[in-house]
C-alpha cells in the first residue's frame, strides 16, 4: 500500500541558508500535518492543511511557511535557518472528510541538520 | 489545553519479560482520542492503536494489549514477552474530536536486552 513519502531523507544546511521540505501524502487523503522532533523531544505540531487550506497552526516559527497545492503534496519552507531547527520533521496524512476520522499515517520523515 | 503525560522515561527488561508503558492523559473535552506510537531507532512513527474516548473496551493484538480506564485517565501499553525487536521509543498521544493535531506526551524509551 501506498504510504506518506517524504523528500529529502536527509539535509544538511547551514545556519541562515533556507530549506524546502515536500511531502506527499496517501492517494485521496485530504489532510496533511507537520510535525517537528528535536533530539530527545517527542514531536511538536507545527501546521495542517485539508484541502489546501490551512485547517490548524501550532508553534509555527514565522521563518518556516507551509502550503499544499492543487495535487495535495504539501512543502514546508524554512529560512534563515538556526542550529535549533536541527531536528527531525515529519508529514502525515489522513482523511478528514465530513463524519470521518481516521488514524493520520506518517512519512518516515526528514532528517534536517543545520551546521 | 490537553496534556499527555508518560511518567516513565526508560524502561530496560530481558527478552520475555511482561512490560507495561503508562500513558496519563488530561483533557476537558467528552469526545476525544488516544493513540499510541511507536519509534524505532530507524527514526519513523508507528501507528499501534487508536482508541475514542467512548469505547473503553480493551484490546488485544498479538503480544500487545491495551487498557483504557477513563476513571483514572489512562491508556497504557502492555508488551506481553517481550523481544529485543520491541526495543523503541513508544508514544502516546492525544487529539480532540474530528482528526486534528496530536498533542504527544514525552516517550518512553524501552530497551529488551537479550
Known amino acids: 500500500a501506498a504510504g506518506v513519502i517524504q523528500s529529502p531523507r536527509h539535509l544538511i544546511k547551514e545556519k541562515r541558508e533556507t530549506a524546502t521540505l515536500k511531502c506527499y501524502p496517501i492517494?485521496?487523503?485530504?489532510?496533511v500535518y507537520w510535525y517537528q522532533q528535536g533530539p530527545g523531544q517527542d514531536p511538536q505540531f507545527l501546521i495542517s492543511?485539508?484541502?489546501?487550506?490551512?485547517?490548524d497552526k501550532g508553534s509555527i516559527p514565522d521563518r518556516f511557511s507551509a502550503q499544499q497545492f492543487s495535487d495535495y503534496h504539501s512543502e514546508l519552507n524554512m529560512s534563515s535557518l538556526e542550529l535549533g531547527d536541527s531536528a527531525l520533521y515529519f508529514c502525515?496524512?489522513?482523511?478528514?472528510?465530513?463524519?470521518?476520522?481516521?488514524?493520520?499515517?506518517f512519512g518516515q520523515g526528514t532528517r534536517l541538520t543545520v551546521v | 489545553a490537553q496534556k499527555v503525560t508518560q511518567a516513565q522515561t526508560e524502561i530496560s527488561v530481558v527478552e520475555k519479560e511482561d512490560v507495561t508503558l503508562d500513558c496519563v492523559y488530561e483533557?476537558?473535552?467528552?469526545?476525544?482520542?488516544l493513540f499510541w506510537y511507536k519509534q524505532p531507532p530507524s527514526g519513523e512513527l508507528v501507528f499501534l492503536i487508536r482508541?475514542?474516548?467512548?469505547?473503553?473496551q480493551n484490546e488485544i493484538s498479538g503480544r500487545y494489549s491495551w487498557n483504557f480506564q477513563k476513571s483514572t485517565s489512562s491508556f497504557n501499553f502492555t508488551i506481553t514477552a517481550s523481544q529485543v525487536v520491541d526495543s523503541a521509543v513508544y508514544f502516546c498521544?492525544?487529539?480532540?474530536?474530528?482528526?486534528?493535531?496530536?498533542?504527544f506526551g514525552t516517550g518512553t524509551r524501552l530497551l529488551v536486552s537479550p
Open positions: 502525515a496524512s489522513s482523511l478528514s472528510r465530513v463524519q470521518m476520522n481516521t488514524e493520520a499515517f
Open positions: 492517494p485521496r487523503h485530504d489532510t
Open positions: 492543511f485539508y484541502e489546501k487550506m490551512q485547517s
Open positions: 483533557t476537558r473535552d467528552t469526545t476525544y482520542y
Open positions: 482508541r475514542n474516548s467512548f469505547d473503553e
Open positions: 498521544a492525544l487529539s480532540l474530536t474530528g482528526f486534528q493535531k496530536l498533542v
